[in-house]
């Protein structure tokens, strides 16, 4: 996927190269895009292992992101898994230049037991929250996995739609007497963006709008009413 300008939609660009397990490509400067897309489509010429997977000879694990994509040439691929404690190694395998490929790496007790990383931790339940989400797009079930969503944000202290921080002032910084003070605030746009002369689109009619609409086509059916009476009447005028 390949999203051109300051302000490319980089959520589906990345999300539409997860599922085509491809790349994502996000070009800021448009004189560029010959140059980028060359080595892009150079890089995908020439994987270096496809259709991976991995397994656990012993126990089991978890890993993201599901599936896993192909890995190209100077494009390093980050992977995570969570195992159980009985995994003492890890086979990858996959597809070399159309013949099969396979590696054993094991794991130490130190790693996979000893270690606490929390930096880890919280990025693996990321991308597990990320898959339920997936998930719930694809069945178009806004209620699908939202009760395991949020367990796992908040033992994790993760921000997601069910779950955001709340901030408690212990002290506060004005009296309560003290009025609140307007101030305008600067609408900000994404970096690169020359189009500033440019009306913005606008969003749904607010309530005054719609309020005038309405008032509007009130006001011309009693019109209309009125005109179809008075034509009415001149003619049963007429007819006597």
């Known amino acids: 996927t390949i999203g ?36 892009l489509l150079t890089t995908l010429s ?45 086979v990858i395998t996959g597809k070399q230049f159309g013949k099969r490929w396979s590696t054993t790496l094991p794991l130490e007790t130190s790693v996979t037991h000893d270690t606490n990383a929390p930096a880890v931790a919280m990025h693996w339940a990321r991308r597990k929250i990320d898959s339920w989400l997936d998930e719930q797009r694809y069945a178009a079930d806004p209620d699908l996995h939202k009760p395991a969503i949020t ?5 994790t202290g993760l921000v997601t739609r069910y779950t955001s ?12 007497h003290a009025l609140l003070a307007r101030h305008s605030v600067e609408n900000l746009v ?19 709008t719609r309020a005038f ?7 011309f059916g009693i019109a209309i009413i009125a005109l179809s009476r008075y034509l009415g009447v001149n003619k049963q005028t007429t007819l006597a």
């Open 165 to 176: 921080f709340v901030a408690v002032e212990e002290q506060p910084s004005k009296p309560s």
């Open 4 to 39: 051109i300008g300051p302000s490319p939609n980089a959520w589906f660009l990345e999300k539409a190269a997860t599922v085509g397990r491809g790349l994502s490509l996000k070009i800021r400067n448009a004189h560029d895009v010959a140059n980028s897309v060359t080595r």
């Open 190 to 208: 994404p970096a690169g963006n020359t189009m500033m002369a440019v009306a913005m689109p606008q969003g749904a009619a607010g309530a005054d």
């Open 151 to 155: 367990e796992l944000a908040v033992a």
């Open 46 to 90: 020439t994987p270096v292992l496809t259709d991976i997977a991995v397994q656990y000879p012993q126990g089991h694990g978890e890993i993201y992101p599901d599936p896993i994509p192909d890995l190209y040439a100077d494009k390093p691929g980050m992977w995570v898994s969570r195992v159980s404690h009985d995994v003492k190694e890890i």
């Open 213 to 219: 609409i309405s008032l509007f086509l009130a006001l």
